[in-house]
């Protein structure tokens, strides 16, 4: 199984605040990378696809990047609704696995 | 508009079988690319990818659960049955079912779980 670590584990910043989010897979999965946001006691929701490209709906101030085994996630200016946990997970090949998650906290 | 829906019983003893259903609504899983997976999150802690089954009745499984895992589907009823056997404590966790489907990005397709349900909580105990 290709393993997914993010970093930090935890993050504490504060509203408008740029928040940078990295996550490496073990092995190159090129461009097979997706992030998704979840909020306590909610179902994960599904922010950026193939590494870079933004889910309809999701606002601007999310985006994604890398390729290979080093990815990030950046939210420009954060805001209220952004506090959650956030999650990358690999789509190049069976299982699909996610990272440990990255837990971002109002500071 | 797209939803997905899990049941199935809160509380089940070590060693029976869970069998959780997830309906849907919105999309067609005989649409070419289309699956529905399977997915987990034990109290606290990060999700855990289970099953999936595809339009064409195509399945993968995990390969740490695939002794345990069955996964079918009623594409007239638009239903997804997962089977876990052998159920354990360790077990106890949030089960979403999601729809995957394929998009492109440039000329590549790729895959991603767009829309969950709420998910149904099961706890194994004695």
């Known amino acids: 199984d290709i393993q997914m670590t993010q970093s930090p584990s935890s993050l504490s910043a504060s509203v408008g605040d740029r928040v940078t989010i990295a996550c490496r897979a073990s092995?190159?999965?090129?461009?097979?990378l997706n992030w998704y946001q979840q909020k306590p006691g909610k179902a994960p929701k599904l922010l950026i696809y193939?590494?870079?490209s933004l889910q309809s709906g999701v606002p601007s101030r999310f985006s994604g990047s890398g390729s290979g085994t080093e990815f990030t996630l950046t939210i420009s200016s954060l805001q209220p609704d952004d506090f959650a946990t956030y999650y990358c997970?690999?789509?190049?090949?069976?299982?699909?696995?996610f990272g440990q998650g990255t837990r971002l906290e109002i500071k | 508009q797209i939803t997905l829906k899990e049941s199935g019983p809160t509380l089940v003893k070590p060693t029976q079988t869970l069998t959780l259903t997830c309906i849907f609504s919105?999309?067609?899983?005989?649409?070419?690319?289309?699956?529905v997976a399977w997915i987990r999150q034990p109290p606290g802690k990060a999700l855990e990818w289970l099953a999936v089954?595809?339009?064409?009745?195509?399945?993968q499984y995990s390969p740490s659960l695939k002794s345990r895992l069955t996964i079918t589907k009623d594409t007239s009823k638009n239903e997804v049955v997962l089977t876990m056997t052998n159920m354990d404590p360790v077990d106890t966790a949030t089960y979403y079912c999601?729809?995957?489907?394929?998009?492109?990005?440039?000329?590549?397709?790729?895959?991603?779980?767009?829309?969950w349900g709420q998910g149904t909580t099961v706890t194994v105990s004695s």
């Open positions: 999601a729809h995957r489907r394929p998009r492109m990005a440039g000329p590549t397709q790729y895959y991603a779980m767009d829309d």
């Open positions: 919105g999309f067609s899983l005989s649409t070419s690319g289309v699956g």
């Open positions: 089954i595809y339009w064409n009745d195509d399945k």
């Open positions: 092995q190159s999965i090129s461009r097979y």
């Open positions: 193939a590494a870079s």
């Open positions: 997970q690999q789509s190049d090949s069976t299982p699909p696995t």
